[in-house]
Nanobody, 116 residues
Framework: QVQLVESGGGLVQPGGSLRLSCAVS????????MDWYRQPPGKERELVAS???????NYADSVKGRFTISRVIAKNTVYLQMDSLKSEDMAVYYC??????????WGKGTLVTVSS
């Protein structure tokens, strides 16, 4: 059973930065394409950023230029660096992985609160 464990969420002021981490329990799965999603209060879950060995990185328009997704294979960890945070970035952030045969794995999420 693959486990994804997010960390790094918290309270930050507008304009501030946070770095989220997602630790993957299996070294094999950490090499697959991975994503960060978020779910703002009262809204649906949305894709924020993706990282792929084949296709590189991709971002939602709302976070382009402010967020950076990366990974360290040796640590089985995917990161989301979030800069210039805005109130609309406030959400629960989830790490996601889909295997080549279509099985989805999700972390339990980490809460990001942007408030002065």
């Amino acid at each position: 059973q693959v486990q994804l464990v997010e960390s790094g969420g918290g309270l930050v002021q507008p304009g501030g930065s946070l770095r989220l981490s997602c630790a993957v329990s299996s070294s094999i799965f950490s090499r697959y394409d991975m994503d960060w999603y978020r779910q703002p209060p009262g809204k649906e879950r949305e894709l924020v950023a993706s990282i792929s060995s084949a296709y590189g990185t991709n971002y939602a328009d709302s976070v382009k230029g402010r967020f950076t997704i990366s990974r360290v294979i040796a640590k089985n960890t995917v990161y989301l660096q979030m800069d210039s945070l805005k109130s609309e970035d406030m959400a629960v952030y989830y790490c996601h992985l889909r295997t080549p045969n279509g099985v989805d794995y999700w972390g339990k999420g980490t809460l990001v609160t942007v408030s002065s």
